[in-house]
């Protein structure tokens, strides 16, 4: 079966820039973005320095991780290896983006939609062989099947020492490199003085410096002189989506948790206002999401794909498939909780409150598998986000009904449960951020976002944000309350609560895309 392939012998590359011209040519690519780039690095101190090139581009992985995230199946496998895309089903979520640990994908500026090397296919389905090969002057790049023992990328692989970017993912990379500075191949290595060769860094780039010792090798004197600006491919609106469902899920979450077990009783709050206020911020959850996507109007792709488009099913591995099932799901039991709750039907009450307890499970904790497929971001891949996100929930959830029940003039017999489960919450979430900054990460990477959460440009958003008001202040004041204290103390625990899970996850986005890829 044939399995195209690159090999970049960088022993021979000039750093000329025509296959990354003639990428845009073939391709007509805008003026910003880049299929094909070339990476300047150079060692030691004027006048004893020596400047290397990395050609950087689509890995076309084997085991492609922008093709299991990727809802719609714009991304795809070919036969032959070949990873394609088809803009006419991508509905720019940018999930790929973060999945690729090379940077290699980018949103076409005129489409709005993602793109990336593809081989040059269209060449390729004719006997042709890409554009960056044929123009290439010293014959540096070499295309071919890689399972043909006679094709000539085959031979070369069987005789060279070859190199790959990031095994460690476990993608399978189907671009190797021959005789290329090791340095290139570990963009958090590199120092980056903040400008470049005939460009400036942009100024929300990822970091310019590795802390010392959080990367192998970040001693060395290796520098980055010219690279390609990448854009982070999520902002404000991802960790306003993760705050609002804390509350929509939270809302039926924390209602569950007590009336299940029996430590309320059954009152307005729990079967009317809960799911009302899950319904609301499950619909800014929605909004949110959707306003996010760079063609917003093809959202509903995630649930069926016109036969104009192809006709095909959505992706079923893809978490954003997934979560948004989930979602749905949420929605429907919230609907059925508020109409048990209208209606009186005390009878199947506690039905609907597992079914929306479990659901509430459900919407919370997803993202937590979505941000685990973002192979990209290694602080992201932590097993301690889902525990975040399920414990975040149950704070704000806690939170939001604990200020319904003061400013509804609800008894402390409704007050109270909502105040501990509140500290409850507020404990574990801290204990779980605590974990994230000062525990062990599987790989430097991850240790060097982590250190970043901590102790770079957003410890300040983590300590008193997350630590202070999310944890610190909400246990206090609402075990405080739950003890007697007057209400305005639940109240403030409540707010802080709130505040400090706002802070945290906009620091985790960002510190999770603050290192460089490439």
């Given at each position: 079966?044939?399995?195209?392939?690159?090999?970049?012998?960088?022993?021979?590359?000039?750093?000329?820039?025509?296959?990354?011209?003639?990428?845009?040519?073939?391709?007509?690519?805008?003026?910003?973005?880049?299929?094909?780039?070339?990476?300047?690095?150079?060692r030691g101190e004027y006048p004893n320095t020596r400047r290397s090139f990395a050609v950087l581009r689509c890995n076309h992985c084997d085991d492609a991780p922008c093709v299991a995230i990727c809802p719609t199946r714009a991304l795809y496998r070919r036969a032959d290896g070949i990873v394609d895309f088809d803009r006419e089903r991508c509905i720019g979520c940018k999930a790929c983006m973060q999945a690729?640990?090379?940077?290699?994908?980018?949103?076409?500026?005129?489409?709005?939609?993602?793109?990336?090397?593809?081989?040059?296919?269209?060449?390729?389905?004719?006997?042709?062989?890409?554009?960056?090969?044929?123009?290439?002057?010293?014959?540096?790049?070499i295309a071919g099947d890689l399972d043909n023992p006679a094709s000539p990328i085959a031979q070369l692989a069987g005789r060279e020492k070859l190199a790959v970017r990031k095994p460690e993912q476990g993608t399978e990379p189907k671009l190797f490199y021959i005789g290329v500075d090791a340095l290139a191949l570990q963009p958090g290595a590199l120092r980056d003085d903040g400008a470049y060769l005939w460009a400036e860094r942009p100024a929300d780039a990822p970091l310019p410096i590795a802390p010392a010792g959080v990367h192998p090798g970040a001693a060395e004197a290796g520098r980055k002189v010219y690279d390609v600006?990448?854009?982070?491919?999520?902002?404000?609106?991802?960790?306003?989506?993760?705050?609002?469902?804390?509350?929509?899920?939270?809302a039926l979450l924390a209602a569950a948790a007590l009336l299940v077990p029996g430590f309320v009783e059954n009152s307005r709050l729990f079967t009317v206002a809960a799911p009302l206020l899950a319904l609301l911020f499950l619909a800014l959850t929605t909004g949110l999401l959707i306003w996010d996507l760079k063609r917003p109007e093809r959202f509903f792709y995630l649930l069926l794909v016109p036969v104009a488009r192809g006709g095909r099913r959505p992706n079923l591995r893809s978490w954003l498939v997934r979560g948004a099932w989930c979602l749905m799901a949420f929605g429907a039991a919230a609907a059925l909780w508020l109409l048990v709750g209208l209606t009186g039907a005390d009878g199947v009450s506690p039905v609907a409150w597992w079914l929306g307890g479990l659901a509430a499970l459900a919407a919370a904790g997803y993202t937590g598998?979505?941000?685990?497929?973002?192979?990209?971001?290694?602080l992201w891949q932590s097993p301690l986000y889902l525990w975040h996100l399920v414990a975040a929930a149950l704070t704000a959830g806690a939170a939001a009904l604990l200020l319904f029940a003061l400013l509804g003039g609800e008894g402390r017999e409704v007050g109270a449960p909502l105040a501990r489960l509140l500290a409850g919450g507020a404990l574990l979430t801290g204990l779980i951020g605590l974990a994230e900054v000062l525990g062990h990460h599987a790989t430097a990477d991850a240790a060097r976002a982590a250190h970043e959460l901590g102790f770079g440009r957003y410890a300040l958003?983590?300590?008193?944000?997350?630590?202070?008001?999310?944890?610190?202040?909400?246990?206090?004041?609402?075990?405080?309350?739950?003890?007697?204290?007057?209400?305005?103390?639940?109240?403030?625990?409540?707010?802080?609560?709130?505040?400090?899970?706002?802070?945290?996850?906009?620091?985790?986005?960002?510190?999770?895309?603050?290192?460089?890829?490439?």
């Open positions: 079966m044939t399995r195209y392939g690159f090999i970049i012998d960088q022993s021979r590359c000039i750093g000329c820039h025509a296959c990354t011209v003639a990428c845009k040519a073939e391709h007509e690519v805008p003026v910003g973005v880049f299929r094909t780039w070339v990476q300047y690095v150079e690729c640990p090379y940077d290699a994908i980018y949103i076409d500026p005129e489409t709005h939609t993602a793109a990336k090397c593809n081989y040059c296919a269209h060449r390729v389905d004719r006997g042709l062989e890409p554009a960056c090969v044929i123009v290439c002057p010293v014959n540096a790049i600006a990448h854009a982070r491919p999520w902002g404000w609106k991802v960790a306003a989506y993760l705050w609002t469902k804390s509350v929509a899920a939270g598998f979505l941000f685990a497929q973002a192979e990209g971001r290694d958003p983590f300590w008193l944000g997350a630590v202070v008001l999310g944890a610190a202040v909400p246990l206090l004041a609402g075990a405080a309350y739950a003890t007697g204290a007057p209400g305005w103390l639940g109240g403030l625990g409540a707010v802080s609560a709130l505040l400090g899970l706002a802070a945290f996850e906009h620091a985790w986005v960002e510190a999770g895309q603050a290192v460089p890829l490439s």
